[in-house]
């Protein structure tokens, strides 16, 4: 049964970068039975896909924040992460980590973390 | 604004049957890409509920049931328990956008 944790600050200023790893234990990231993504939900909102990548390293961005969104994987410590620049209140949301399976759907969860944008 | 379109809400009595509409486009469900649910327990992370359109992982129980018409797809819970309260999202494929998009979520309510 695969297992996913977010770790990484729970508070980050106003135009600085936010950067999240998940730490995937009870298989591989170099398997190629999925995609690793990360979603996110601002407090009292709904869920946004902010992005997904491939073992080989090949992302998939939401177009809304591609311009600042970064994912990479680290398969040699089975992990994956996320980096969002220029970060705003707006931000402010639970980030989760998934996997994304070939049918597109997220079968398993981290448990998210918070992460509060405020100077 | 959702690309996906469902009801902000919805409620029932115990044992009764309720519904949760996802109305997308031509560019996700209506061009053929699979949707999926969530069920949201308040404070917790999703949790898969349907996939494919209308295929339950093990575990959940066949009270709830997915259906795909056209552009829309459906969630169906008959037997409405209290534990059942929760937020709900519907999910597909954006051809247009090259990725997963969500539904706003609806908030189940048992009465």
């Known amino acids: 049964q695969l297992q996913l944790q977010e770790s990484g600050p729970g508070l980050v200023k106003p135009s600085e970068t936010l950067s999240l790893t998940c730490t995937v234990s009870g298989g591989s990231i170099s398997s190629s039975s999925y995609y690793w993504g990360w979603i996110r939900q601002p407090p009292g909102k709904g869920l946004e896909w902010i992005g997904s990548?491939?073992?080989?390293?090949?992302?998939y961005y939401n177009p809304s924040l591609k311009s600042r969104v970064t994912i990479s994987v680290d398969t040699s410590k089975n992990q994956f992460s996320l980096k969002l620049s220029s970060v705003t209140a707006a931000d402010t949301a639970v980030y989760y980590c998934a996997t994304l399976t070939p049918r597109s759907c997220f079968d398993y969860w981290g448990q998210g973390t918070l992460v509060t944008v405020s100077s | 604004q959702s690309v996906l379109t469902q009801p902000p809400s919805v409620s029932g009595a115990p044992g009764q049957r309720v519904t949760i509409s996802c109305t997308g486009s031509s560019s996700n469900i209506g061009a053929g890409y699979d949707v999926h649910w969530y069920q949201q327990l308040p404070g917790t992370a999703p949790k898969l509920l349907i996939y494919g359109n209308s295929n339950r992982p093990s575990g959940v129980p066949d009270r709830f049931s997915g259906s795909k018409s056209g552009t829309s797809a459906s969630l169906a819970i008959s037997g409405l328990q209290a534990e059942d309260e929760a937020d709900y999202y519907c999910?597909?494929?954006?051809?247009?956008?090259?990725?997963?998009?969500f539904g706003g979520g609806t908030k189940l309510t048992v009465l």
């Open positions: 990548i491939y073992y080989s390293g090949s992302t």
């Open positions: 999910q597909s494929y954006d051809s247009s956008l090259s990725g997963s998009v």
